[in-house]
């Protein structure tokens, strides 16, 4: 299949400033890399943290294509790539932090071990509002926390991208699961199949009513500061709290009080140091299993957005005024 010489991509030339919609090279491709056709680019809170150059933990070199989501089909394949083969549809976090381009572009090359098949009943869109909240999720319930059935699970703020999945994948598992977020939110959070909790009831009122007064077997926060000081006091004894957004200052006391544990999650790494990448892609083969068998579901905002509007999408998640994941279709 020839490769197309040019491509049109979003641009970021400096930070907050406007995307420019640009004519460029398309990418070539090295070995055990695969050229994607994007056909769907996820949009997370950190793209636009990275846009803004507010993320110290994610840089980006300027100029440069954003987005770290995606989904798409196989356009050409490099050497020692054997998984994949030239009109597959895949999907995974692909770039866009680290000096490897992202995905507001019409084609990008990728690194085959970060990529899954597409799961056959969902949409580009659907698929590429996946891959970053997915890996983020089971990460931290899986790989860090060791979920097991018929534990209690707590995942704070369980509407939100990496919350309302870690639901699914706890519910999946054969876990008890509960979730915290506003009143406007109960019906998202017990509609994925966990017991709504209100954030604003204190710790010791949830923990006496859902877990005997003696805590969570797993706390897994994705909201951070406060969240995860009360998440130190949610977990009962040689419990684990997972927490995805660690800043802050915290006392540990609670935590050891308890001879509990406590992981963190940074989703970028395999993108930023080259170490993992494979272990991404077999998370997102089983996002696709999951998926196919009918016990996960990504929360999509019905709005849709192009290469032209990514701003208009940007502007929503600052303005907390997304509801769901935000898609731009290439």
């Known amino acids: 299949m020839t490769r197309p010489s040019t491509m049109r991509a979003a641009v970021l030339e400096a930070h907050n400033a406007p995307l420019r919609l640009s004519t460029i090279s398309t990418p070539a491709i090295g070995p055990g890399e695969v050229l994607v056709r994007v056909r769907a680019s996820g949009v997370n809170p950190l793209d636009t943290k990275i846009h803004a150059g507010a993320a110290a933990h994610a840089r980006h070199s300027l100029p440069a294509i954003l987005g770290l989501d995606l989904a798409g089909v196989i356009e050409r394949t490099g050497r020692d790539v054997t998984r994949f083969k030239p009109g597959d549809e895949v999907y995974g976090m692909t770039g866009g932090v680290g000096g490897v381009p992202g995905s507001l572009a019409e084609f990008a090359s990728v690194d085959a071990d970060l990529l899954a098949t597409k799961p056959a009943n969902l949409s580009m869109r659907e698929a590429a509002a996946l891959p970053l909240i997915f890996i983020t999720a089971w990460e931290g319930l899986i790989d860090r926390a060791s979920l097991k059935a018929g534990q209690k699970v707590l995942i704070h703020g369980g509407a ?3 919350g309302h999945v870690a639901i699914q994948i ?13 009143a406007s939110q109960r019906a998202t959070i017990e509609g994925f199949g966990a017991v709504f909790i209100d954030r604003d009831i204190a710790v010791e009122t949830y923990v006496a009513q859902h877990a005997d007064g003696r805590g969570f077997d797993i706390v897994y926060d994705t909201v951070g500061g406060k969240v995860l000081d009360a998440s130190f006091a949610a977990v009962r004894r040689f419990g684990h709290v997972v927490s995805a957004l660690g800043w802050g200052t915290h006392a540990l006391a609670p935590l050891s009080f308890r001879a509990a544990t406590y992981s963190g999650v940074f989703t970028l790494l395999p993108l930023l140091t080259g170490e993992g990448r494979a272990h991404h892609g077999e998370i997102m083969s089983e996002a696709t299993r999951l998926v196919e068998a009918g016990k996960l579901v990504p929360l999509l905002d019905a709005r849709h957005f192009t290469l032209e509007s990514v701003g208009e999408a940007y502007a929503l998640i600052s303005d907390h005024a997304a509801k769901g994941k935000l898609v731009v279709d290439v």
Do not use: P
């Open 160 to 162: 939100g991208g990496v």
């Open 170 to 182: 706890a519910h999946a598992f054969g876990a008890n699961v509960f979730a915290t977020g506003s």
